[in-house]
């Protein structure tokens, strides 16, 4: 049952720390963004070198943001945080050093932004996956909520701290500021005393394999791609307030800088009004109802923005927009952290977080065309539009799951094969055999809970998968999944048995006769060298390296 209070993950002392240095670097990342927005801005007069700063901050998610969920799983991400925060420390404290010398240039602020950028990147996962690591499940909604209003406050103290710096000092000691607000952090997260973790006998999972696992995990977990979905759908709409609001201000309402300032505020007071109401409203509502909402009071918050000309009515409406991001975005983070296991989870989380970055980017270029041709307020109609029509989505792709299947506790362990030989750990690839013998009139069901069953073969990384019935002998039904080394297949297994799997694996027994039960063979394929006047073999061949007749693998 989830926790009464908003507040009560801060009871927590580790959450509380990092909490407090999540809030204290957040502020000093705004200040550095005003403080480059400013250095910028006295270097050079080149509105394309300005805007470059952005592109500078946003491009290392792309380019890091899988490899940094892979390198979360399968580093010490204790070690990784600290990795990452020194990283950006040195890169804030010699952009200081630059400025305080004068040896800036815009070329050299864009390179040290992007190098910012790249700890960032490689940060962000590893810092989302920490927070179910140190909470109570039933603590977690509200975490996720607390870290957005460290995010929402900072982003309103921030750009004000950082404009009064540089107004009586200089950028540099904005740049100064941030690289100390990342050596707090540092020293907050080495006191953190992580608990011992389990301890593989295998070798470490390569990077590329990692990557790729994350995203075999997400193709074929379903809570997952509905997650992504959705995702994509709200943020795409979404973007445009972010993308138009500037415009909104300067070109519709004639309104100063200062007037799109305040409605950030009140977005950010939006999103901390959400994180009080939120125990309140997740005992109340479904997570698709609470999606339901908030996308709806967001679709009539980029119509005030189109429409509305009353200030005092905008900020209400900000406020409101403010309370429906963080609900929206509350929900997805919760979701996507919630319904994948500890293996995968910083994957998860970096693939989640490049689709949302995704969405928003493609659809600020997408409602910035529109609202060139059509219109600022056609614009902002049509993304509210699209944002109600993207509430038709839950009739298919329900966020809710069930709550058995976000324990993913290992039911049991797997069988260990009998070997007649122990292959290298690269030697591969490996099939994995498990023959059934079926009646005509439960095939059916059978195949309906095989192709399950191979769902999550290929979830829990199976590079292909079958099922396949002997021509002879109709009754005789063999289900293979392939791995791509002996190495991977000793990964998937280490793993155990899921609940679910489990369950279909009753259900698949019963629908098996005869006295003997599934036969399981394991068989490795052969790369033969021929020696001179040795005939090769085939390409392709295989042999066994361990069969039993017992419990399905």
Not at 63 to 78: F, I, K, M, N, V
Not at 199 to 222: C, D, I, N, Q
Not at 356 to 377: C, K, T
Request: proline share 7%; aromatic share 8%; net charge positive.
């Amino acid at each position: 049952m989830a926790s009464s209070s908003p507040f009560t993950p801060l009871k927590t002392p580790i959450f509380r720390m990092l909490w407090i240095a999540s809030f204290v670097s957040n502020v000093g990342t705004w200040m550095q963004n005003v403080g480059a927005v400013g250095l910028m801005t006295e270097l050079t007069t080149s509105p394309v070198l300005v805007a470059l700063l952005q592109t500078a901050s946003a491009l290392p998610v792309f380019l890091l943001s899988l490899p940094a969920g892979a390198l979360a799983d399968l580093l010490d991400r204790r070690k990784l945080l600290i990795l990452t925060q020194t990283w950006m420390a040195a890169v804030a404290l010699l952009l200081a050093g630059m400025a305080f010398g004068g040896f800036s240039s815009p070329w050299l602020l864009l390179s040290l932004t992007f190098l910012l950028g790249l700890g960032g990147a490689l940060n962000n996962p590893v810092w989302q996956s920490v927070t179910p690591e140190v909470v109570p499940p039933a603590d977690l909604p509200q975490a996720i909520a607390l870290n957005s209003v460290s995010f929402n406050l900072a982003r309103a103290l921030g750009p004000a701290l950082g404009g009064l710096v540089i107004g009586y000092f200089s950028a540099g000691a904005a740049f100064l500021l941030n690289g100390l607000s990342f050596l707090g952090t540092i020293y907050m997260v080495y006191s953190w005393r992580r608990e011992p973790q389990p301890v593989s006998t295998l070798a470490a999972e390569r990077l590329v394999m990692a990557m790729r696992g994350g995203l075999r995990y997400a193709r074929f977990a379903p809570p997952v791609q509905r997650i992504l979905l959705r995702g994509a759908a709200f943020t795409f709409g979404g973007s445009a307030l972010f993308a138009l609001m500037p415009a909104v201000v300067a070109q519709r309402l004639l309104r100063p800088t200062s007037f799109y300032s305040l409605l950030l505020t009140c977005m950010g007071l939006g999103a901390v009004l959400a994180a009080v109401l939120l125990p309140r409203l997740n005992r109340r509502l479904s997570i698709d109802g609470r999606v339901a909402l908030a996308t709806t009071v967001f679709a009539g918050g980029l119509l005030g923005l189109g429409y509305v000309n009353a200030p005092w009515l905008l900020y209400g409406a900000l406020v409101l927009v403010g309370m429906a991001w963080m609900l929206v975005l509350n929900s997805f983070s919760v979701g996507v952290q919630t319904v994948v296991p500890r293996w995968v989870q910083a994957r998860t989380i970096s693939i989640y977080l490049l689709v949302i970055q995704g969405g928003m980017a493609v659809g600020s270029v997408v409602w910035g065309a529109v609202a060139e041709r059509a219109g600022l307020p056609l614009a902002l109609a049509g993304a509210a539009g699209w944002l109600l029509l993207s509430l038709l989505l839950a009739r298919r792709y329900s966020l809710q799951t069930p709550p058995e299947a976000l324990d993913h506790t290992p039911t049991r362990q797997r069988p260990e094969p009998v070997l007649a030989e122990e292959p290298a750990p690269a030697e591969g690839p490996v099939i994995t055999t498990t023959t059934y013998r079926v009646t005509p009139e439960n095939r059916a069901a059978f195949t309906y809970y095989m192709e399950q069953l191979g769902r999550i073969r290929r979830r829990e990384g199976a590079i292909g998968w079958g099922l396949y019935a002997d021509l002879a002998d109709p009754d005789r039904l063999m289900e293979y999944f392939l791995s791509e080394s002996w190495e991977e297949y000793l990964r998937q297994h280490q793993r155990g048995v899921g609940r679910e799997e489990a369950e279909l694996k009753v259900r698949l027994r019963q629908l098996h006769y005869g006295s003997e039960p599934p036969h399981v063979s394991h068989l490795l394929a052969q790369h033969h060298h021929p020696a001179a006047g040795h005939p090769a073999m085939p390409p392709g061949s295989t042999r066994l390296v361990a069969s039993t007749a017992g419990e399905a693998t």
